[in-house]
């Protein structure tokens, strides 16, 4: 298995309590994922994360195709960071790490993702191909959607 890492890094000019309010929001997730993932929430999803909290999604990445994903809180420090694992979903493997560092300028976000695709060979193909322009995708969707929401 080979895992792919992934990380962003962006600087918002917001405080640290806004920041938190905002990702530790699950009912966000929507916001900042691309409509063509067709994200819908499977359940009812609380405002506030906990660890342990899981959701179940829908989503549509490739061909229409809808995909079960289920995603836990497995770690939260607040106001430091959190993690979502995926449980079941179309990846392999899947650990997301939210991290927020409070500058004098506002708040840097760290988003560090470590993901590995099923299938072997054929994943790896999948990854070159398109698997890995589709994270980059998703993550630029993110910082754009960002900078609308609170400024550069």
Do not use: C
């Not at 420090?77 to 939210?98: L, T």
Request: glycine share 4%.
């Amino acid at each position: 298995m080979i895992i792919h890492p992934f990380q962003q890094r962006q600087s918002l000019p917001i405080s640290l309590d806004e920041a938190w309010e905002f990702f530790s929001n699950p009912q966000n997730l929507p916001k900042l994922t691309p409509d063509w993932m067709h994200l819908t929430f499977k359940e009812n999803i609380p405002n506030n994360m906990s660890v342990g909290m899981k959701m179940t999604q829908q989503v549509k990445p490739l061909f229409g195709i809808p995909l079960t994903w289920v995603t836990e809180i497995t770690q939260i420090e607040e106001k430091v960071y959190f993690v979502d694992e995926q449980r079941i979903g179309p990846y392999r493997f899947w650990h997301h790490e939210h991290r927020l560092h409070e500058r004098p300028s506002g708040v840097e976000v760290i988003d560090s993702l470590h993901y590995a695709l099923p299938f072997n060979l054929l994943g790896e193909i999948a990854h070159q191909l398109s698997v890995k322009k589709k994270v980059a995708e998703v993550f630029e969707y993110r910082y754009e959607t960002l900078e609308n929401l609170f400024g550069k």
